[in-house]
């Protein structure tokens, strides 16, 4: 976090947390509410200003309990999440991954893929979605460990997940080579993905 942050902190440790005035969208897109209405679903508007979007993306972290903030000085603002905390992008052409924060991938503790075929990667920054426009270019670097391309050599459930729910789907080794070099779990998802990745969509006040 930034140092004039970290100070307003400690001047101020007691300002009131802010719930319904910030989301995430499942392409890694900041929406302002200004009504405050992120926790009954509005759709709020996006925010462009470069110098805002890098502050944010700055200050941006999470609490034990898996919810998601963004520290606004001394207050800290929840973040509803439309996907995931973190959108997972291709960086460049040779696959390597990054967050919608700007942020490298250097590991892949597991990856899960969901009834929907979205597919979610536990990394050193936390939970992340691959954003969709990049989801078949995930896919087609996956390697199984023997060397073979995942999509070539996967299970059924891989080509069709809606299969995940009505089948014994087992996890399996995949190795994912512009990011990391060691086989990581592919896990097939019948939870709802906050729940097995372990964050909360839509932080609310207490009580």
Do not use: C
Not at 78 to 91: E, G, K, M, N, S
Request: proline share 11%.
């Amino acid at each position: 976090m930034d140092e004039d942050v970290l100070a307003a902190m400690a001047r101020w440790p007691n300002v009131p947390d802010a719930y319904g005035w910030l989301s995430l969208d499942a392409r890694g897109r900041w929406r302002l509410h200004p009504d405050g209405d992120a926790l009954a679903g509005g759709p709020g508007v996006s925010i462009s200003n470069p110098g805002i979007l890098a502050f944010i993306s700055r200050n941006y972290a999470h609490d034990d309990l898996g919810r998601w903030f963004f520290q606004n000085g001394p207050q800290r603002v929840f973040v509803r999440l439309d996907a995931a905390p973190l959108i997972l992008r291709q960086a460049d052409e040779t696959g390597t991954l990054a967050t919608h924060t700007g942020l490298p991938v250097t590991k892949v503790e597991r990856w899960a893929l969901d009834t929907e075929g979205k597919l979610y990667a536990v990394t050193e920054h936390g939970p992340g979605m691959v954003e969709d426009r990049y989801l078949l270019g995930v896919l087609a670097l996956m390697r199984t460990p023997s060397g073979l391309p995942l999509l070539e050599d996967g299970p059924e459930w891989l080509a069709e997940p809606n299969l995940i729910a009505a089948t014994a789907a087992s996890p399996l080794d995949v190795i994912y080579p512009p990011v990391f070099a060691a086989a990581s779990p592919l896990l097939p998802l019948r939870d709802p993905a906050s729940v097995a990745l372990g964050y909360v969509e839509r932080p609310a006040p207490p009580g």
